[in-house]
């Protein structure tokens, strides 16, 4: 038996009303495609779960990835494009940050982001190479303190 409309919307938690706070409902069914294009990509995903505990220059992302930079830069573009990241420029540098939440999808996307893929050992990885970056201070810092 086919699940109503009301029912399907009960079954995600939210209605179509609430799905959206700052996305025009038009518009609705390709902000979620371009979501899970976003999410469907392994360094996409990797860049992400990094960006849950703050912002990280390009810089450090480029190390911690273990990537080249300009593998990294097309990654961030299609993500801020797809409005799950933002941009802040100091100088000669990018910091990246998750995207204030536009929708409640975008929420849960963003809680998965934390809760769901502690187990997986590229993402573990990753999270120590940030950790070894962060204490030796990372590129940018070592950049702001010779300004000194």
């Keep these: 038996m086919p699940k109503t409309s009301e029912a399907m919307n009960a079954t995600c938690g939210t209605s179509i009303e609430d799905a959206s706070t700052a996305i025009p409902k038009a518009q609705i069914g390709v902000h979620i495609n371009t979501m899970f ?62 995207a204030p939440v536009q929708s409640s999808f975008q929420s849960k996307l963003y809680e998965c982001l934390q809760e769901c ?12 190479r940030k950790l070894q970056v962060t204490q030796s201070g990372g590129c940018c810092q070592l950049e702001s303190s010779s300004d000194a």
């Design 117 to 128: 893929f502690c187990d997986v050992p590229e993402l573990a990885e990753d999270c120590q």
């Design 37 to 98: 294009r976003a999410f469907s990509d392994p360094t996409r995903l990797r860049i992400l779960h990094l960006l849950v505990s703050g912002e990280i220059c390009v810089g450090d992302l480029v190390e911690i990835l273990q990537l080249p930079q300009p593998a990294v830069s097309r990654h961030l573009a299609y993500l801020r494009k797809a409005n799950l990241v933002q941009v802040r420029k100091s100088g000669l540098w990018a910091y990246y940050s998750l």
